[in-house]
């Protein structure tokens, strides 16, 4: 079993910056790739960025450029930084951790809105 809480979401203007953080706990040692996902209202839940645990990233067409995903040594923490957000980008971001075994973790979600 794996525990995810999301922290870090927000009110922002457009143009403006968040950091999200995720603080894993459990068995983090089974964890082979963490990610973010958002879903906004009416849409379908989809994939922000992810990093796998030798570090490879990953990131949708629509935030490269403007997101990093990284993560700290011990594994337990995954950050997402948002920069030069955008209207669209608003949406409840979910952590999400991939076990071995092809299981998922998710968090509860932290809510971002971006808005003048």
């Known amino acids: 079993q794996v525990q995810l809480v999301e922290s870090g979401g927000g009110l922002v203007q457009p143009g403006g910056s968040l950091r999200l953080s995720c603080a894993a706990s459990?068995?983090?040692?089974?964890?082979?790739?963490r990610g973010w996902y958002r879903q906004a209202p009416g849409k379908q839940r989809e994939l922000v960025a992810s990093i796998t645990n030798i570090g490879r990233t990953d990131y949708a067409d629509s935030v490269k450029g403007r997101f990093a995903i990284s993560r700290d040594n011990a594994g337990k923490m995954v950050y997402l930084q948002m920069n030069s957000l955008k209207p669209e980008d608003a949406a409840v971001y979910y952590c999400?951790?991939?076990?071995?075994?092809?299981?998922?973790?998710w968090g509860r979600g932290t809510q971002v809105t971006v808005s003048s």
């Open positions: 999400n951790a991939l076990v071995r075994g092809a299981f998922n973790f």
């Open positions: 459990g068995s983090i040692v089974s964890i082979e790739r």
